[in-house]
């Protein structure tokens, strides 16, 4: 079995798909809020 060497593993594909994560919530977050907005300015 090899050593593990702190620091030495490629991370850039899991950093990338945390940073898609994060984008898709954030925009997912900002959709509801307009949505909630939205009926309450229509009253429904």
Do not use: N, P, Y
């Amino acid at each position: 079995m090899a050593e593990h060497k702190h620091g030495e593993m490629d991370t850039s594909v899991q950093e990338a798909t945390f940073d898609g994560f994060v984008k898709f919530t954030i925009r997912t977050v900002i959709a509801i809020l307009v949505a909630v907005i939205v009926l309450a300015l229509l009253g429904a």
